[in-house]
């Protein structure tokens, strides 16, 4: 099983990135992938994910309006475009595979395979 995130960087506020996950080792049909992120002295924090029983998709309150995130049809690759940047969306930002039921996808210990982190940065 493998996750690979890409498509961090450093963007000015206000602006937008779309970072990529692509997987390995597994069925994407099968398995939810959530987007996570990490911020310094922070603890890890769910972004955005996919229910586990259906695509319902879920967003945390702090980027619900402004994140959106996607799969390719039948593919192999998970997207987070991220609109409206914001300096409080600096983070190392992870996609990982939920293995676990639970009530919220955006809950980090669903979650037992992740990817290696892909840097954001917003500048204001």
């Known amino acids: 099983v493998q996750l690979q995130a890409s498509g961090g960087g450093l963007v000015q506020a206000g602006g937008s990135l779309r970072l990529s996950c692509v997987t390995s080792?597994?069925?994407?049909?099968?398995?939810?992938i959530g987007w996570f992120r990490q911020a310094p002295g922070k603890e890890r924090e769910g972004v955005a994910c996919?229910?586990?029983?259906?695509?319902?998709?879920y967003y945390s309150d702090s980027v619900k309006g402004r994140f959106t995130i996607s799969r390719d049809s039948g593919g192999n690759t998970v997207y987070l475009r991220m609109n409206s940047l914001k300096s409080e969306d600096t983070a190392v930002y992870y996609c990982?595979?939920?293995?676990?039921?639970?009530?919220?996808?955006?809950?980090?210990?669903?979650?037992?395979?992740w990817g290696q982190g892909t840097q954001v940065t917003v500048s204001s």
């Open positions: 990982a595979r939920q293995s676990l039921h639970g009530t919220s996808c955006l809950f980090p210990p669903l979650y037992n395979d």
């Open positions: 996919f229910a586990y029983r259906d695509d319902t998709k």
């Open positions: 080792g597994f069925n994407l049909d099968d398995y939810p």
